[in-house]
Nanobody, 122 residues
Framework: QVQLVESGGGLVQAGASLRHSCAAS????????MGWYRQAPGKERELVAS???????YYADSVKGRFTISRDNAKNTLYLQMTSLLPEDTAKYYC????????????????WGQGTQVTVSS
């Protein structure tokens, strides 16, 4: 049985940093693209960052230069390092494993994490 367990959310002030982790069991994800989504109240779920099986990364314009996605295949763990956090980063964050090795999009997501809340105060 595949399970994704997320950790690292919290309540912080603007300018602070957080590191989000997503640990997988029942699956070796070295062959799959992975990503982080977020969803704020009244907003659609959006892709924040993704990483291919080969390590190529993508970032939404809103987080480029502030967030860093990485993966440790030996530990079956995905990370999102968030720095210079802004109130508009407030959302529930979800890790995702794609069916593809190259792209992450909502329609291609194979497995979702349970989601963790990040709240940034001004």
């Amino acid at each position: 049985q595949v399970q994704l367990v997320e950790s690292g959310g919290g309540l912080v002030q603007a300018g602070a940093s957080l590191r989000h982790s997503c640990a997988a069991s029942g699956l070796s994800f070295g062959s799959y693209a992975m990503g982080w989504y977020r969803q704020a109240p009244g907003k659609e779920r959006e892709l924040v960052a993704s990483i291919t099986s080969g390590g190529r990364t993508y970032y939404a314009d809103s987080v480029k230069g502030r967030f860093t996605i990485s993966r440790d295949n030996a530990k079956n763990t995905l990370y999102l390092q968030m720095t210079s956090l802004l109130p508009e980063d407030t959302a529930k964050y979800y890790c995702a494993i794609s069916r593809s090795s190259l792209v992450v999009q909502t329609s291609s997501v194979r497995y979702w994490g349970q989601g963790t809340q990040v709240t940034v105060s001004s």
